[in-house]
């Protein structure tokens, strides 16, 4: 008998042994359904019984858009934002030392209109730009966008309207693709459905929502003010902030209808630095808040972030070790599972991608986005993507290899139906 022979009952269990915690978590991840529906049904009862919100109020608002090296997207961001159907405003544009003509763009768009605002700094990173525009705004809520981001016209109402009580102490808008000119990017499109979407419509519901994306965020001048600034020393600055805001007591929710759209990765190279950018900016804060994870004082928030390190950290990790234990089983001529149980597991996991797939398209009102449905069979491929730039990230962090931001190079791409944006391609 052989070596690799004689390993094979190892493999065996190791196989087991790394696919049972994954085939178990999958399993809970499955509440996503009955919580989304449950958080659109109680959406549905607020606006029968015309629940009071802040948009009730009629607060100032102090948008910051910071940017480095924004020219190619600045305008079309800045254009969204002026035809917004809320007109109590100010916009705060943070010029983070870019090298490109980006301030000068911002200075042009000030100088027609008096609710703009110009400010510059030295680069010192997206979070030292979003204190300084918090440090010169004078709204009563301060919403946080970024450059290359498209509001709709009742994007900043739809914020306010998630604000429900006073202890709601931040809102997270829903972020989509802008730029559906590429393979890559549609199928962001129709997975982000289920990975946002209903995902972060559950989360709410057990108020647990862990990030208001920086993309599209919301709070309340006064939270700010309790729990200090963004964070200047992480790539995960937006995250850092929504674990203090759990950490004092207050809710974060997500408005679903607060649409705005933004660029997402077109090559496999920008979405590989984005998605290790995210993982690391996970871990850093995990490395802040250590304190939070699984703490019943932080009540089911605890509880959820152990939750979360499992299945976000431990998971891609043991998810890379079945596949290669797989492969290695595979070469030996050995299946640990029959013909059939396989064939039943796959026929299983596409009905559940599916039900999961039209519940949230369905939520969302998104059915044109069915014709991205051939995406499906690259969502296992994405997985495995995904779980990789977690043990990257993770030995980027062992290894204390300096973060860096990453930005996108953005292209300009527009393929959606938003007011007054400027198109360098469309589909």
Same mark, same amino acid.
């Not at 805001?245 to 984005?274: C, D, M, N």
């Given at each position: 008998?052989?070596?690799?022979?004689?390993?094979?009952?190892?493999?065996?269990?190791?196989?087991?042994?790394?696919?049972?915690?994954?085939?178990?978590?999958?399993?809970? @991840? =499955?509440?996503?359904?009955?919580?989304?529906?449950?958080?659109?049904?109680?959406? =549905?009862?607020?606006?029968? /019984?015309?629940?009071?919100? %802040?948009?009730?109020?009629?607060?100032?608002?102090?948008?910051?858009?910071?940017?480095?090296?924004?020219?190619?997207?600045?305008?079309?961001?800045?254009?969204?934002?002026?035809? +917004? /159907?809320?007109?109590? $405003?100010?916009?705060?544009?943070?010029?983070?030392?870019?090298?490109?003509?980006? %301030?000068?763009?911002?200075?042009?768009?000030?100088?027609?209109?008096? &609710?703009?605002?110009?400010?510059?700094? +030295?680069?010192?990173?997206?979070?030292?730009?979003?204190?300084?525009?918090? &440090?010169?705004?004078?709204?009563?809520?301060?919403?946080?966008?970024?450059?290359?981001? !498209?509001?709709?016209?009742?994007?900043? @109402?739809?914020?306010?309207? #998630?604000?429900?009580?006073? /202890?709601?102490?931040?809102?997270?808008?829903?972020?989509?693709?802008?730029?559906?000119?590429?393979?890559?990017?549609?199928?962001?499109?129709?997975?982000?459905?289920?990975?946002?979407?209903?995902?972060?419509?559950?989360?709410?519901?057990?108020?647990?929502?862990?990030?208001?994306?920086?993309? !599209?965020?919301?709070?309340?001048?006064?939270?700010?003010?309790?729990?200090?600034?963004?964070?200047?020393?992480?790539?995960?600055?937006? =995250?850092?902030?929504?674990?203090?805001?759990?950490?004092?007591?207050?809710?974060?929710?997500?408005?679903?209808?607060?649409?705005? $759209?933004?660029?997402?990765?077109?090559?496999?190279?920008?979405?590989?630095?984005?998605?290790?950018?995210? #993982?690391?900016?996970? =871990?850093?804060?995990?490395?802040?808040?250590?304190?939070?994870?699984?703490?019943? &004082?932080?009540? *089911?928030?605890?509880?959820?972030?152990?939750?979360?390190?499992?299945?976000?950290?431990?998971?891609?990790?043991?998810?890379?070790?079945?596949?290669?234990?797989?492969?290695?089983?595979? #070469? *030996?001529?050995?299946?640990?599972?029959?013909?059939?149980?396989?064939?039943?597991?796959?026929?299983?996991?596409?009905?559940?991608?599916?039900?999961?797939?039209?519940?949230?398209?369905?939520?969302?009102?998104?059915?044109?986005?069915?014709?991205?449905?051939?995406?499906?069979?690259?969502?296992?491929?994405?997985?495995?993507?995904?779980?990789?730039?977690?043990?990257?990230?993770?030995? %980027?962090?062992?290894?204390?290899?300096?973060?860096?931001?990453?930005?996108? +190079?953005?292209?300009?791409?527009?393929?959606?139906?938003?007011?007054?944006?400027?198109?360098?391609?469309?589909?």
């Amino acid at each position: 008998m052989s070596w690799f022979e004689s390993a094979i009952p190892g493999a065996e269990f190791l196989l087991l042994l790394m696919g049972l915690p994954i085939l178990v978590f999958g399993l809970v @991840k =499955l509440l996503v359904l009955p919580l989304s529906v449950g958080f659109e049904l109680q959406a =549905l009862r607020r606006r029968h /019984r015309e629940t009071p919100t %802040l948009l009730d109020e009629w607060p100032s608002v102090s948008i910051i858009v910071p940017a480095f090296n924004e020219a190619t997207v600045i305008e079309n961001c800045v254009r969204s934002i002026q035809l +917004t /159907r809320y007109d109590r $405003y100010e916009v705060m544009l943070v010029d983070d030392g870019s090298t490109d003509n980006t %301030l000068e763009l911002m200075h042009a768009l000030a100088a027609s209109d008096p &609710r703009i605002t110009v400010l510059t700094q +030295t680069n010192a990173g997206k979070g030292a730009a979003l204190n300084l525009g918090i &440090r010169k705004a004078t709204g009563d809520v301060l919403m946080f966008v970024d450059a290359d981001g !498209i509001f709709c016209r009742n994007t900043v @109402k739809r914020m306010l309207q #998630a604000f429900t009580d006073r /202890r709601t102490g931040a809102v997270c808008g829903d972020d989509r693709p802008v730029n559906l000119n590429r393979i890559q990017t549609r199928m962001l499109a129709f997975i982000s459905h289920v990975g946002t979407g209903m995902v972060r419509r559950a989360l709410t519901m057990i108020r647990c929502l862990p990030i208001v994306s920086g993309n !599209i965020g919301a709070f309340p001048r006064h939270v700010l003010e309790e729990i200090g600034p963004f964070r200047e020393d992480t790539v995960g600055e937006d =995250l850092e902030l929504t674990w203090r805001v759990h950490k004092a007591g207050y809710r974060v929710v997500f408005a679903p209808k607060a649409l705005v $759209y933004a660029e997402s990765p077109s090559t496999i190279r920008a979405l590989w630095r984005q998605r290790v950018r995210w #993982a690391r900016g996970l =871990l850093q804060t995990m490395g802040v808040h250590k304190g939070m994870i699984g703490n019943p &004082r932080h009540g *089911l928030f605890g509880a959820y972030l152990l939750f979360n390190t499992i299945t976000m950290v431990i998971l891609p990790v043991l998810q890379i070790g079945v596949l290669l234990d797989l492969a290695f089983l595979v #070469a *030996l001529d050995r299946s640990p599972l029959g013909a059939d149980v396989w064939a039943v597991l796959g026929w299983v996991g596409l009905f559940l991608t599916v039900l999961l797939t039209v519940f949230a398209l369905a939520m969302n009102g998104a059915w044109k986005d069915l014709r991205h449905a051939w995406a499906l069979p690259l969502i296992p491929l994405y997985s495995v993507f995904t779980a990789l730039t977690m043990v990257a990230a993770l030995v %980027l962090e062992l290894r204390r290899k300096e973060a860096h931001w990453n930005k996108l +190079t953005r292209t300009g791409v527009v393929s959606v139906a938003a007011p007054a944006v400027r198109a360098e391609a469309s589909v």
